[in-house]
């Protein structure tokens, strides 16, 4: 049982270009989302799943895109990178919606755009 | 007023001591907290639900108050593995996690 787990753990990007974090999580959970941490903030909630076809935005949606194809797979797709989303960003899990379900987070992907 | 806040920190403090944390919200109609656990470049890691009634986890403590919209961490005989970040983690939807919101958290380094 891995888990969460994100991929690459460390990119670095050119301005303009874009890219996709891998997120996956074998524990048969409903909810993932993806958060970004800045120093001195937070985490923000950049979009969200409550299931396989289903994503809403969060927080900070701008400049993202998600799809959920399956149950395991949430990828977080850059469009065009700007120096603002030099970030770490994590993926996190959870079973379902009760309000006292906590997230399993992966182990972050640190991304610095040039 | 941001929506969670946290006490500033960072919080220096010996091995064995007593630390505690505050963490206040301003949406009264919140549902559910929780007390995450950062280690530096590491993930967050739920530490441990906070209930009602107020719960505790071995030395770990936390406590509700609604009617002054804080929770509260407390850490009794501090070891240097508790050294890390502490969030607070206020939600505020009733069956989704689109109101979820995370402080920025209180740094604590425990000193041999």
């Known amino acids: 049982n891995a888990g969460v787990t994100q991929t690459p753990k460390f990119q670095v990007l050119k301005t303009g270009q874009s890219m996709t974090l891998q997120c996956a999580q074998d524990?048969?959970?409903?909810?993932m989302s993806w958060y970004r941490q800045d120093p001195g903030m937070g985490l923000r909630l950049i979009h969200y799943?409550?299931?396989?076809?289903?994503?809403d935005q969060g927080e900070v949606p701008n400049g993202y895109n998600v799809s959920r194809s399956t149950t395991e797979d949430f990828p977080l797709r850059l469009l065009s990178a700007a120096p603002s989303q030099t970030s770490v960003y994590f993926c996190?899990?959870?079973?379902?919606?009760?309000?006292?379900?906590?997230?399993?987070f992966g182990p972050g992907t640190r991304l610095l755009v040039l | 007023r941001k929506e969670v806040e946290q006490d500033p920190g960072p919080f220096n403090v010996p091995e064995g001591a007593t630390v505690a944390f505050n963490c206040t919200y301003s949406?009264?109609?919140?549902?559910?907290f929780f007390w995450y656990r950062q280690d530096c470049r590491k993930e967050p890691k739920l530490l441990m639900s906070?209930?009602?009634s107020g719960n505790e986890d071995g030395r770990f403590t936390a406590q509700l108050n609604r009617a002054s919209q804080y929770i509260s961490l407390l850490i009794r005989d501090s070891k240097l593995s508790d050294s890390a970040t502490y969030l607070c983690?206020?939600?505020?939807?009733?069956?989704?996690?689109?109101?979820?919101?995370f402080g920025p958290g209180t740094s604590l380094s425990v000193i041999p």
């Open positions: 524990m048969n959970h409903e909810y």
């Open positions: 949406n009264s109609a919140s549902q559910s």
């Open positions: 996190a899990s959870s079973y379902g919606g009760h309000t006292t379900e906590a997230q399993y």
């Open positions: 906070v209930y009602s």
């Open positions: 799943s409550v299931g396989a076809g289903i994503t």
């Open positions: 983690v206020v939600n505020n939807g009733k069956t989704s996690y689109d109101k979820v919101i």
